[in-house]
């Protein structure tokens, strides 16, 4: 391996280390392979950071983030949340069922885990420690619901998978509904089971004309993602041009039905979008012209041939995979580790025969559970932060939720059908 190529890794390796931001993190380990590399100059970097951005999919990530930022101003949270406790707030432990389930359905509209924890979150924890609930398991709650966020489509995360390893956007979006609920519900056990053995409170039997009532209420919240994913599969349009859709159905809803958002308001939410926008986008391409050096130097090849020849099969490699992205998921934030690990890893599960889908789905289902995960989970921080709860505490309550989504990962690699069976029904 030449001198460059090794150090593009070492770099990255110290400059994470030593508490660089990522996105310099990796421009300083690209930066020092140009110069060390008399093949490369920066003209060709320039090239490959133009080439790498001028792509039609990538308009996704600011429209599904616009989306995102006028369906959770727009009061479409609390109407979730009252749609959910009508449907399973009456069972025991409803109201952390409620919570779980929220943000199931706030998943399908956000295609953010820290802004599902943060909208729903900021609701559910004070209804929950009022009806008695435990503090740190109330705030626990709130941050493992907050993880099916980039699961269940739309997804920002999955868009960037997609265009960095060159899987269909489409096929990837839809791959994450079926698992998504599955995790939804296996979360929802657990939280049965924690509310029979402590005994928390629950609401009265189930209100059919109260479920009718919060549904029709909730149900232009609840049918967006059907229209993202109807008209994509239907051919009506492209999962780019679905972002614009979801931004226009928003902007309608919010403003002549829902009627809480002003004009006023929608200039500041894209005025957020806008910054969170070349924030991410400056991460993205630093972080293609990364993956494009790993590419250009073959790494993605020795590490194939490496792992073909010391692992004896593909089961193998899934608990390897598993082990990495779970550690990871600990320490690195899900864009680094997204932007970083899939240009290498999805060429050595392509090796060993897994579909791309399937990876791609268990791949972001893992980054998605490294949010719930101490000591640097976002979405745990983020519910600390709303319940002034300690990391400590809410860690312990988030073991065994964390324990059920490894159990969820675990079966999404074993069983390729739970991820592909919709892509290829539609397809």
Known sequence: ??????????????????????????????????????????????????ANSNSFSMLAIPAFMLA???????????????????????????????SIVACTFFAAISGSSVATTAAIGGLMYPEMVE??????????????????????PPSIVMVIYGNITGVAVGDLLMAGMLPGIICCVCLC??????????????????????????????VWALIMPVIILGGIYAGIFTPTESAVVAVVYGLLVCLLIYREVTLKSVWEIIQNTAVGTANLMILVVTAQMFGWLISYYQIPQYVTEFMLSYVSGKYMFWAIIIILLTICGMFLEVGATNLI??????????????????????????????????PFGTCMFVACGISKRSVGGVSKQLVPFVLVEILCGILFALVPALSTLLPSLIS
């Open 189 to 218: 056990i657990y939280a049965f089971y924690k509310a029979k053995k402590y005994n928390f409170p629950k609401a009265d039997g189930f209100s059919f004309k109260r479920f009718l009532l919060s549904f029709k209420d909730a």
């Open 68 to 98: 995102g930022d006028i369906m959770s101003k727009g009061g479409l949270s609390k109407r979730l949340v009252a749609f959910a406790d009508s449907l399973v707030g009456w069972i025991s432990g409803g109201i952390s069922l409620v």
């Open 1 to 50: 391996m030449q001198t460059a190529a090794i150090a593009l890794i070492v770099v990255l390796i110290v400059a994470m280390a030593l508490g660089f931001e990522i996105t310099w993190a990796l421009g300083l380990a690209c930066i020092t392979a140009v110069l060390l590399d008399p093949k490369l100059t920066f003209v060709v970097i320039s090239q490959r950071i133009f």
């Open 341 to 374: 690990l899939a240009p290498i890893l999805a060429p050595i599960a392509a090796a060993f025969g897994i579909n791309p889908v399937q990876f791609g789905l268990v791949f972001v289902f893992l980054l998605a559970m490294g949010q719930a995960t101490p």
């Open 131 to 152: 009806r008695g609930y435990p503090e740190d398991y109330s705030a626990a709650v709130q941050a493992i619901g907050g993880t099916l966020g980039i699961v269940i």
